[in-house]
């Protein structure tokens, strides 16, 4: 039996057609990946380098203009719960509460009432039990997202998908944040694709970093970061990992 | 400075007020805030609350005691009027007195708040009777008394209710079909590109044109008259609705499709779990606005073709010179369209409370 990846992306290119000119902008092209379980992987890159169009074309929010994308070894035909995204914006809906958010995707697939253990469970996970009846509204930016987060993870995603799920958040937010995202991932053993500008953040959480260029986006190189679980930001290893990925970016 | 002293049930037992002001409750806060006023302001606080009872027995005085320079028929009207929110008042007062022994002073302070404003009533009412009934300076005949009108509305009272009804029956189909009719129309352009292009220029064209404009035309072109009146109380709702929900719904931040997409959200659930609740405020909004125009629309058809309902009652009687009358149908117009904003306003508040950051 041949052996199919979690996810794979088959010569997968993006154009789209501008507005105002009569260009086309190549956001992504040709880009072949193959992604396994259990993996860790971030996108870094300079902006425009087509690290978010990729991961919403992973996410099947847009369809590729060239190539294929396979999920378990279907094509990605449109949007599913079974790879769940999270914006740099927690996009949140403000008219429901903390625990209606948590509870969207049941509510849409008319299973909330076998799940409502589910939820709580989630609430309790993520520590905002005391806040479940708040709107969105009266959160903080990091619980916010965290229960962006919560709303994703609840349909237990085969593949999770960070479009700099960290970028609004303050310093110290942001360090907790990265290691909640770590324990989650380790205790689910799902495949996470992140897209980062932080290099550092990147070397901290990932056990591959997918390093892009702009015009046309592409795939620049592919680091392995074997750095095991307790991980140092100041370590010379970290350090040496950080080095080459910034002087690959130019930098 | 301690808070705990008092045996008030519903706070918190003794010993937050030792620690600073943390763990306070907003209550005990507030009432720390009050501490500073002297026994004089005290005193001048306890007086004011009574002061709208003081006002009422002036204007009671003022009523009995002052000869009336016209006939006035049963008097006892206006004295059982100015009775009855003086008795509610007194009854609110002894509760919040009551309270206020028990430790809860917020009944009182609102009482306090409350007082200016219903003593100035009253003694409104005083002057007006005095303008009125007792000198005839206020532009007698055309402005009557508070008993007269209240002798007038009751001895009419069969006609104003049918009226008040026949106003509220158009009121209410006009309104409704215009909303429906606003929000289907909304809706849809708000989320139809296609659509949009063809609904703009005809909410372009006709909104903005008084829907009054329509009266003599719609007389002549439908069937009967309140069918007429229907069909223009629902244009005149119809086109802020449309305006409001479009802008609400075409405004959406298409994140929030992607992220609902994304949970598993179909297209129609995209619409009406995600888009709809999005426009919540702005369709409500135009619905305050519709509101108000219906309101418009329907007494000036009243007034102008339709021979019913109170718009009606109001000229005809006035054209009988009998002001009474007509004072009394205005004055259940005005409580009519009150109640009807303090209606919406309270469905405002309850499908908007992610708004205003009100929790459980």
């Keep these: 039996m041949p052996h199919t990846p979690v996810l794979k992306l088959d010569h997968v290119s993006k154009s789209f057609a501008r507005v105002d000119t009569n260009d086309i902008t190549h956001a992504v092209s040709d880009i072949s990946l193959e992604l396994e379980k259990g993996e860790f992987v971030c996108l870094v890159g300079t902006s425009g380098c087509g690290k978010s169009t990729l991961l919403r074309l992973i996410a099947g929010l847009i369809q590729p203009t060239m190539g294929q994308i396979m999920a378990n070894g279907k094509p990605v035909e449109g949007p599913s719960p079974q790879r769940g995204m999270v914006f740099q914006q927690p996009t949140l809906f403000p008219w429901l509460t903390v625990e209606q958010n948590i509870a969207f995707s049941f509510r849409m697939a008319g299973t909330l009432k076998q799940n409502r253990a589910k939820v709580d469970r989630m609430l309790e996970t993520i520590g905002l039990e005391p806040f479940r009846r708040d709107y969105p509204g009266q959160l903080s930016g990091g619980m916010a997202q965290r229960v962006a987060l919560a709303r994703t993870l609840i349909c237990e995603p085969e593949i999770l998908l960070l479009d700099e799920p960290l970028g609004a958040l303050d310093a110290f937010t942001r360090m907790n944040m990265q290691d909640e995202i770590r324990s989650i991932w380790h205790s689910s053993g799902q495949l996470v694709i992140m897209v980062t500008h932080d290099v550092d953040e990147a070397v901290y959480m990932s056990t591959r970093v997918v390093i892009m260029e702009a015009h046309p986006g592409r795939i620049k190189a592919q680091i392995p970061i074997d750095l095991g679980e307790e991980r140092h930001r100041s370590s010379p290893a970290f350090v040496e990992y950080r080095n080459r990925i910034l002087g690959l970016l130019n930098y | 400075m301690s808070v705990s002293g008092s045996s008030a049930p519903s706070r918190p037992a003794a010993g937050s007020s030792e620690t600073g002001t943390a763990g306070m409750t907003r209550y005990e806060l507030l009432e720390l805030e009050q501490e500073n006023k002297t026994p004089a302001r005290r005193a001048l606080d306890a007086f004011l609350t009574i002061c709208p009872l003081l006002a009422c027995g002036v204007a009671l005085l003022e009523y009995y005691l002052v000869p009336d320079k016209f006939a006035n028929p049963n008097p006892e009207r206006y004295t059982i009027l100015l009775l009855i929110p003086a008795a509610i008042y007194a009854i609110l007062l002894a509760v919040s007195a009551v309270r206020y022994r028990a430790g809860d002073k917020q009944r009182y302070w609102k009482m306090l708040h409350r007082a200016p404003l219903w003593t100035a009533i009253y003694l409104v009412l005083a002057v007006f009777d005095y303008a009125t009934l007792k000198t005839g300076a206020l532009l007698y005949p055309f402005i009557p008394w508070v008993n007269d009108i209240l002798n007038g509305a009751i001895s009419d009272l069969p006609n104003l209710a049918l009226s008040t009804l026949y106003s509220l029956r158009l009121l209410t189909l006009g ?72 802008t609400g719904i075409s405004s959406i931040d298409p994140a929030y499709f992607d992220a609902a997409r994304l949970l598993g959200a179909t297209e129609r659930q995209l619409i009406f ?52 009358r007509m004072f009394a149908a205005i004055i259940v117009l005005c409580i009519i369209f009150n109640a009807v904003s303090k209606a919406l306003d309270l469905i405002k508040k309850r499908a908007l409370r992610w708004q205003n950051g009100g929790g459980s």
């Design chain 2, 175 to 246: 309104y409704f079909a215009g909303v429906a009719a606003g929000l289907l129309t909304g809706i849809t352009a708000g989320y139809s590109s296609r659509i949009r292009y063809w609904i703009t220029p005809i909410v372009k064209i006709l909104g903005p044109i008084p829907p009054v404009i329509w009266i003599p035309l719609v007389m002549i072109i439908l069937p009967s008259l309140f069918t007429g009146s229907v069909f223009i109380i629902a244009l005149g709702s119809w086109f802020p609705v449309t305006i409001a929900t479009l």
């Design chain 2, 273 to 324: 779990r995600v888009a709809i609740p999005h426009a919540m405020p702005n369709i409500l909004q135009g619905m305050t606005q519709g509101m108000s125009t219906a309101c418009i629309t329907l007494l000036t058809a009243e007034m102008t073709g339709v021979k019913a309902g109170l718009g009606w009652y109001v000229t005809w009687f006035k054209n009988w010179a009998s002001y009474n």
